[in-house]
Nanobody, 122 residues
Framework: QVQLVESGGGLVQAGGSLRLSCAAS????????MGWFRQAPGKEREFVAA????????AYADSVKGRFTISRDNAQNTVYLQMNSLKPEDTAVYYC???????????????WGQGTQVTVSS
């Protein structure tokens, strides 16, 4: 099993930036697809971004395209989410997750972190 720990959340004003990190430990990280998801109060968990092991495949939700960037450092077993031009509607708990094969569906991810809160004030 893979353990995932997110960090980097916080309170930021609209238009600001945050960088989330997700550190993985346990089974080999480098072959995994890593995804970021978020869940706002009263809403379903939704896909934000995903990145393949080789970085050859990256996907973003339409709502974050052009503002968020996902990246990974396999040597450090860490995946990042750089969030720029943040909006109040980006407020949510952000989770990183892992699976072996490519997917953007949260139900198909096997291991999850505990989440980190991101709050964007207007």
């Amino acid at each position: 099993q893979v353990q995932l720990v997110e960090s980097g959340g916080g309170l930021v004003q609209a238009g600001g930036s945050l960088r989330l990190s997700c550190a993985a430990s346990g089974r080999i990280f480098s072959r995994h697809v890593m995804g970021w998801f978020r869940q706002a109060p009263g809403k379903e968990r939704e896909f934000v971004a995903a990145i393949s092991w080789s970085v050859s495949t990256i996907a973003y939700a339409d709502s974050v395209k052009g503002r968020f960037t996902i990246s990974r450092d396999n040597a450090q077993n860490t995946v990042y989410l750089q969030m720029n031009s943040l909006k109040p509607e980006d407020t949510a708990v952000y989770y990183c997750a892992r699976r072996y094969d490519w997917s953007t569906r949260s139900s198909e991810y096997e291991d999850w972190g505990q989440g980190t809160q991101v709050t964007v004030s207007s």
